[in-house]
Nanobody, 117 residues
Framework: QVQLVESGGGLVQAGGSLRLSCAAS????????MGWFRQAPGKEREFVAK???????VYTDSVKGRFAISRDNVKNTVYLQMSSLKPEDTGVYYC???????????WGQGTQVTVSS
């Protein structure tokens, strides 16, 4: 079992930055792929970024060059540094952990990110 707790969301103006954190419980954090997803009002949850246990990363096209995912296997934490934020980045951001790079088994409760124009 893995428990995930996100933090760092908030209200920011367009063009601003935020850093999300996701703290994970458990002693096998470094064996999990970690991902960030988001859900905008009235829309389905979508993939944002993911990082494998070896540091390999993948991003959705709309955030490439603006967002950076990283992980600290000592602190059992994954981060999402978001820059040049746009109003369309608004949504609830969820952290997830998976035993593969493609399937996510554990989810956090989410943190709200609101970008004003």
């Amino acid at each position: 079992q893995v428990q995930l707790v996100e933090s760092g969301g908030g209200l920011v103006q367009a063009g601003g930055s935020l850093r999300l954190s996701c703290a994970a419980s458990g002693r096998t954090f470094n064996r999990y792929a970690m991902g960030w997803f988001r859900q905008a009002p009235g829309k389905e949850r979508e993939f944002v970024a993911k990082i494998r246990w070896d540091g390999n990363t993948v991003y959705t096209d709309s955030v490439k060059g603006r967002f950076a995912i990283s992980r600290d296997n000592v602190k059992n934490t994954v981060y999402l540094q978001m820059s040049s934020l746009k109003p369309e980045d608004t949504g609830v951001y969820y952290c997830a952990a998976g035993t593969t790079f493609h399937v996510y088994n554990y989810w956090g409760q989410g943190t709200q990110v609101t970008v004003s124009s």
